[in-house]
Structures are given as structure tokens and as C-alpha cells.
């Protein structure tokens, strides 16, 4: 060690010792000040350039604006710092503690941070350009609008880290721990995060255009608006995802498990889909022009025991842009408040006991008539739903045998026997649930404020995917002013429409 060096390194534990501890604006470059105590000390603004303080205790100490550029500070305690505004560029801060420490706008350009303890640090605003964070853990530390653009971050772990409106174009974050990050609005422009784990992450509004995620880990993410753009999902796992109105434009997503995912509003064009998951994935709000698709897997584990085949680009996009199945239940009357309770207590119980019809109607009030939406994926569950729906009506009986008579004629239909047996297998286990709720609905009723809503005349409409629509029952006085109830008038057409309308259903083989 230099005399010049030990005379400033003497000079300042001399001042410590004796309780000094406000070293403002000091100049201690190229000092050797490793393993040195300065806890609790005032370094505002000193300057100290390629000085060594590796292994030194520097918590609880205010480095702000301080110029700590090329400095060796490996396995110093920087714990509960404050560096705000400070320069650490190309400084090496390998296996460092910044526990908590502050370290907004300041400047890490190509600094190596390779096992940091970073954990509540909080890093807003701050430069880490092409800075080395291999394995750092970063626990809930805000990276908020930093800029880590070409960052290495391969095997960090920053679960529950704020990384909102951050720059990570180009960074590596493969292998990375990032499950229940905030990503809204981050720029991941070309970053490679291969194998990383972002479950329960929010990326809604995020750009990932041309970003490598193949083997990704985001189950449950919230991926609302973000951009996919020319993406590499290969074998990614977007289960339980919102994808709502998301960019998936020319995105890879070969064998990429998207099991129960929200994509409505997504655009999928010229995306490739081949060997994707797709079981309780919605088919249809979605853009899906010039899709490359040869087969996806429907089967509900995923394990490809169902798997849908496509002869032709027009096959697949007609399979992508599914149109739901509806039951609609136009009620001849205004819906009341009592009324209203009633139908969603109805409904609840009914749902209980028949899954598919989970989701609650879509209701329009009009001035004289309110009108009922139940909307289905699968095309099997129009007729068990529509004889559940009507339950609460006193038309029920007269639209259930309707129905009923239709279920009847189903094996004379010219139709796969496949097809055939969904239908009666559904319509089976609507019928044989129909005494207990029967008994259900009554003691719903009878609870419930008197209302006439549940006596006046109802048409029951059922609309295919394929667009053909079948009148299961419409009351004679349906659109007379509610007059006295009389048995239905209405004939149900058992020839062609019937037929028409058992044809247009889609299935999926």
C-alpha cells in the first residue's frame, strides 16, 4: 500500500473514530479503503474513482451524488445506503449488499452486480445499460422506469419487483425468477426470457416484440394489450392468461399451452398455432387471417388424447372464429328489482347444478319486453340450457316438452355418431337434474316478492354457431299486453328447420 494511500486511509478512520462522520464532498480516489467501517457516514458528493472499498460496511450511509465510477466495492454493506443520483459506472459490486438501499437516477452503465443482494432496493429512474445482474435477487425492488436495456439478468430472482415503464430492450433474463412482477407498459423489445417464470405477472400494455419466451413460465399473467409481435412462444405456458386485445401478429405460439386463456379482441394474424393447447380457450373475438395451424390439442389435461386436425388454412381459421352458440329467452314484460333478484337466484342455483351455464345471461331491459342471452362455445349445450333457463317461467312446461320432442328426433338426424351422443349425453343430464330444481326454483319463488314477471309470455330462440336459429317455443299471447295466460299456440316445426338446425352445429371432433 502507498504512503499516500495509507495517509488517506489513516486519515479518515482517525475522523470516524473520533465521531466525525459528515465527510462531504471528499476526495478519496484510487484510495484503498477495503474492509474499512463507515456506517452511517456523510459521502454526499465525494469523489471516489477507482477507489477500492471492497468488504467495507458502508450501511446506513448517504453516498448521494457521489462519484463512484470504476470503484471496487465486491461484498461491501451497502444496506439501507442512500446513492441517489450517484455514479458506479463500470464499478464492481459482485456479491454486494444493497438491502434497501436508494438508488434512484443513479448511474450503473456496464457496472457488475453478479449476486447483488438487492432485495427493496430501489432503483427508479436509474441507468444499468448493459450492466452485469446475473443471479442478483431483487425481491420486491423498484426498477420503476430504469433503464436496463442489454442488462444481464440471466438467473435473477425479482419476484414481486416493480419493473413498471422499465427499458429491458435486448436484456437476457433467461432462467429468470419474475413470478408476480410488474411489467405494465415495459419495453422487452428482443429480450430473450427463455425459461424464465413470470407467473402472475402483469404485462398488460407491454412491448415483446420479436422477444424470445419460449419455455416461459406465465400462468395466470396478466397480458391485457401487450405486444407479441414476432415473438417466440414455442412451447410457452400461457394457462389462465388474459390476452385480451394482445398483439400476437406473426408471434410463434407452436405447442404453447394456452389452457383456459382469455384471448377475445387478440390478433392472431399470420401467427403459427400448430400443436397448441386450446381446451376452454375461446374461439371467436379474435383476428385470425393467414394463420399457420395444421392441428391443435383440445383435450382438457393437454395431454393430445383430442386432438383437432386441419385439411386446409380455411379449416383452421374457421375453427379459430367461432361463432357462440346462444339461447335467448324474450320475456313479455318489463324486468322488475324483485324480478331481477329472483332470476339471479334461479340462475345461481341452476349453474350449481349444470356447469355450463356458469356465466349469467346478458339482460336487455326494453320499454315493454326484457330479453334473456345465455351464449355457449359448444353447440351441445343450446338445448339442455335452454330447458334449465326457462325453468323459472310459468311457459317451462310447454318449452320443455318442445324441446324435448326435438331431443327425440335426434337419432334420425343424419349426423356423426359422435356428434349424436354429445347432444343426448348433454341433454340427459339437464333432464335428470329437472326435479330437484324444480323443487329449488319453487322455494326461490316463494321467498321472494310477489311479481308478475315470471307469468307473462316468453319466446324461447335458440341461435347455432352456424348462425341458424330455431323458435323453441313462442306463447300465443306473446306481444299481446300480457293477456290472460293460455297454453302455447305456437307448432313446432319438426321437418327442415329442426334439421336445418342440428346440421349448422359446430363440434369439435
Known amino acids: 500500500m502507498e504512503a499516500e494511500e495509507l495517509l488517506k486511509r489513516f486519515a479518515i478512520v482517525k475522523r470516524y473514530t473520533e465521531g466525525d462522520r459528515d465527510f462531504t464532498g471528499i476526495n478519496l480516489n484510487e484510495a484503498n479503503l477495503s474492509r474499512i467501517n463507515l456506517s452511517q457516514s456523510i459521502l454526499r458528493r465525494a469523489s471516489l474513482f477507482i477507489t477500492n472499498i471492497s468488504g467495507a460496511n458502508l450501511s446506513d450511509a448517504d453516498l448521494t451524488e457521489a462519484n463512484l465510477n470504476v470503484a471496487r466495492l465486491s461484498s461491501t454493506n451497502l444496506s439501507r445506503a442512500i446513492l441517489n443520483g450517484a455514479n458506479l459506472n463500470v464499478a464492481n459490486l459482485v456479491r454486494a449488499d444493497l438491502t434497501a438501499a436508494q438508488l434512484i437516477g443513479a448511474s450503473l452503465i456496464r457496472g457488475e452486480l453478479v449476486r447483488c443482494e438487492l432485495s427493496k432496493t430501489n432503483f427508479s429512474g436509474a441507468n444499468l445499460t448493459e450492466a452485469d445482474l446475473r443471479e442478483v435477487k431483487l425481491t420486491e425492488a423498484n426498477l420503476c422506469g430504469a433503464n436496463l436495456s442489454g442488462a444481464n439478468l440471466r438467473g435473477a ?238 311457459d317451462a312446461v310447454e318449452t320443455q316438452i318442445n324441446i324435448m320432442v326435438i331431443g327425440k328426433n335426434i337419432e334420425s338426424q343424419n349426423m356423426d355418431e359422435k356428434r349424436m351422443l354429445q347432444l343426448r349425453k348433454a341433454l340427459s343430464t339437464a333432464t335428470n337434474k329437472l326435479n330437484e330444481l324444480i323443487n329449488l326454483v319453487y322455494n326461490i319463488s316463494q321467498v321472494s316478492q310477489p311479481t308478475k314477471f315470471f307469468e307473462s309470455p316468453t319466446q324461447t330462440i335458440l341461435i347455432s354457431s352456424g348462425q341458424e336459429s330455431l323458435m323453441v317455443n313462442s306463447h300465443g299471447n306473446f306481444g299481446k299486453g300480457g293477456a290472460n295466460h293460455q297454453p302455447s299456440k305456437f307448432c313446432l316445426p319438426l321437418g327442415q328447420k329442426v334439421v336445418d338446425f342440428l346440421a349448422s352445429f359446430d363440434y369439435v371432433e
Not at 429468470?176 to 412482477?181: C, R
Not at 410488474?182 to 407467473?199: E, G, T
Not at 398483439?247 to 377475445?264: F, K, P, Q, Y
Open 157 to 394: 430472482s425479482a419476484a414481486s419487483a416493480n419493473f413498471q415503464e422499465a427499458n429491458l430492450h435486448g436484456a437476457d433474463l433467461t432462467k429468470a425468477e419474475l413470478n408476480g412482477v410488474n411489467l405494465i407498459d415495459a419495453d422487452l423489445r428482443q429480450a430473450c426470457l427463455q425459461r424464465v417464470n413470470l407467473s402472475g405477472a402483469n404485462l398488460s400494455g407491454a412491448n415483446l416484440k420479436w422477444a424470445n419466451l419460449s419455455g416461459a413460465n406465465l400462468n395466470g399473467a396478466d397480458l391485457i394489450d401487450t405486444k407479441f409481435n414476432g415473438a417466440n412462444l414455442n412451447g410457452a405456458d400461457l394457462r389462465n392468461t388474459n390476452l385480451a386485445n394482445a398483439n400476437l401478429v406473426h408471434a410463434d405460439l407452436t405447442e404453447t399451452n394456452l389452457i383456459n386463456a382469455d384471448w377475445v379482441g387478440a390478433d392472431l394474424t399470420g401467427a403459427i398455432l400448430t400443436g397448441a393447447k386450446l381446451y376452454l380457450v375461446p374461439r371467436f373475438g379474435i383476428i385470425a387471417d393467414n394463420i399457420s395451424c395444421e392441428w391443435v390439442d383440445i383435450s382438457s389435461a393437454g395431454d393430445l388424447t383430442q386432438i383437432q386436425q386441419f385439411n386446409s388454412p380455411s379449416e383452421s381459421r374457421k375453427f379459430l372464429n367461432h361463432t357462440p352458440g346462444l339461447v335467448r329467452i324474450v320475456v313479455d314484460a318489463v324486468l322488475d328489482y324483485s324480478a331481477n333478484i329472483t332470476l339471479a337466484t334461479a340462475y345461481s342455483e341452476i349453474a350449481r347444478h349444470y356447469r355450463a351455464m356458469n356465466f349469467p345471461p346478458n339482460i336487455e331491459v326494453g320499454y315493454r319486453r326484457t330479453t334473456l342471452t345465455f351464449r355457449f362455445e359448444s353447440d351441445e349445450h343450446l338445448l339442455p340450457a335452454a330447458f334449465l333457463a326457462i325453468l323459472p317461467f310459468k
